[in-house]
């Protein structure tokens, strides 16, 4: 199962991923409702609230209705049941849970079926949607050349 | 076609308040030219306004335009920036401010959704952009919110983007505004979103085929960015040009400006997403008088006042 990762050294925060989910999902321009968020002041420790679709979601456990589950890996969730607790919202520890106020309930990214438009409009290929472990392994070999670098890893 | 919908900040009173203005294609002034009213009412004035399709996601659509008094003049400066799209995003589509704050004090000036607050702050005559930036990101009222420090260099978005010009920052400065925090959750609608995803998507991956560097964190690019960015530690905040021809003028008044790709995004471009996002026909020559609008009153502007003043 593929997830999106974001390659924070790349990720230039223009914010294309934003409005052009917002317009796929929406319909209409609005960043503060796109499933792929940019956090962060500027461009200094931006990071992208998505969802992970976690091994071990917490949003599952803390779901009122029991309407989120796992299928093949993937957070799904029954949205047109949502009474919008925001329970999910609050304990998602990525922030990726979106107030969606056309559907009045709570959404997460939902990876466009397989085919994220995010990844494709991305200018400078930060956004990348690959395996976990593949995107794990990314993280840390560009954590021991930076480790490497600063005469670590001794 | 909506009104323009206008947050006027009078810092002579502290009062803020929202008008909606005529606006149409027809007569190509997209708002601007319902701003005439207020030009010649106040001697002191300074507008943010965003184009018509800034924020709505296509490349380089964070356009927007400073207009401002120098030296008699009516000025306009374009920039491109994530800032005019969290004013639209918060329902406005210009922000007008009025007047000179007092001599003693500067203003933040906030402006939320369908709200604007003016924030006194005591003056302080060498107060450096990095050290108002980080006071004033204290008070943001969300993590998302944009801010705008004038700077010696120019207008510095979020401390990496120029946003504006030297002169406008000093504008800015002049009627004693330290900053502006906009910070948006409302949308923009689409008339036909489809065919304007279509029309982003293929623009999107045009561009990512011709230009391959487009920046990264180290680099930051200017919002919606179809333009190849260079080192922080180069940009130049007065390098932008003011509005100088037609082109730019057409590509600020729609809200696409990526300067550094040439005058002007291809007017056709532009006509196929106005088409998509108002959802009727729009032709190149409608929008080639918005632009025209935009330029012939700077001139007209700089006329009556050689007139008013016999030099």
Not at chain 1, 30 to 39: D, F, G, H, T
Not at chain 1, 88 to 93: G, K, R
Not at chain 2, 230 to 247: H, I, Q, T, V, Y
């Amino acid at each position: 199962m593929k997830i999106l990762c974001l390659d924070r050294a790349k990720c230039s925060g223009c914010g294309a991923c934003e409005v052009l989910c917002s317009l796929h999902k929406r319909g209409r321009a609005q960043s503060a409702e796109a499933r792929i968020r940019l956090k962060g002041a500027g461009t200094q420790g931006q990071y992208a609230a998505v969802c992970q679709h976690c091994a071990e979601p917490a949003c599952m456990a803390a779901c009122l209705k029991t309407i989120i589950r796992q299928e093949n890996g993937r957070v799904v969730r029954d949205f047109p049941s949502c009474f919008a607790c925001s329970a999910c919202a609050v304990s998602c520890p990525m922030d990726a849970v979106v107030y969606d106020s056309r559907e009045d309930a709570y959404m997460t990214c939902d990876l466009c079926g397989g085919d994220p438009l995010c990844v494709k409009v991305c200018p400078t290929g930060a956004l990348r949607y690959e395996e976990p472990a593949l995107a794990s392994a990314g993280l840390r070999a560009a954590y021991a050349r930076t480790a490497v670098g600063k005469g670590g890893l001794r | 076609m909506r009104p323009a919908y206008c947050g006027i900040a009078d810092l002579r009173t502290g009062q803020t308040r929202i008008e909606t203005l005529p606006q149409s294609l027809e007569d190509g002034r997209f708002g601007f030219g319902a701003l005439r009213e207020l030009w010649q009412a106040c001697p002191e004035i300074t507008v943010l306004s965003a184009g018509m399709l800034t924020g709505t996601g296509a490349p380089g659509s964070g356009g927007m335009l400073w207009s401002y008094r120098s030296g008699g003049r009516i000025r306009h400066c374009a920039g491109q920036g994530r800032l005019a799209a969290a004013l639209r995003w918060c329902g406005l589509d210009h922000l007008v401010i009025l007047g000179v704050s007092g001599a003693s004090h500067s203003v933040d000036v906030v402006v939320t959704d369908n709200r604007i607050t003016l924030r006194r702050q005591v003056r302080q005559r060498s107060a450096f952009a990095s050290r108002v930036y980080a006071a004033v990101r204290q008070m943001s009222p969300g993590e998302t919110g944009v801010i705008a420090v004038p700077d010696s260099k120019g207008i510095l978005e979020d401390q990496c983007f120029p946003i504006g010009s030297r002169a406008a920052a000093q504008a800015l400065r002049r009627i004693g505004v330290r900053s502006v925090t906009v910070c948006g959750t409302g949308g923009i609608d689409i008339a036909c979103p489809e065919e304007y995803l279509t029309l982003c998507s293929a623009l999107w991956k045009a561009e990512r085929e011709k230009n391959t560097d487009h920046g990264e964190a180290a680099r930051p690019a200017a919002y919606l960015s179809a333009e190849p960015c260079p080192p922080r530690e180069a940009f130049s905040a007065g390098a932008d040009a003011p509005l100088k021809d037609a082109g730019r003028a057409l590509a600020a008044a729609m809200g696409i400006y990526p300067a550094r790709m040439g005058p002007a995004v291809e007017p056709e471009t532009l006509r196929a997403l106005a088409a998509a996002y108002l959802g009727e026909e729009v032709t190149v020559s409608q929008l080639e008088r918005a632009a025209g609008y935009l330029t012939e009153y700077g001139e007209e502007a700089a006329l009556r006042e050689r007139e008013s003043t016999g030099i």
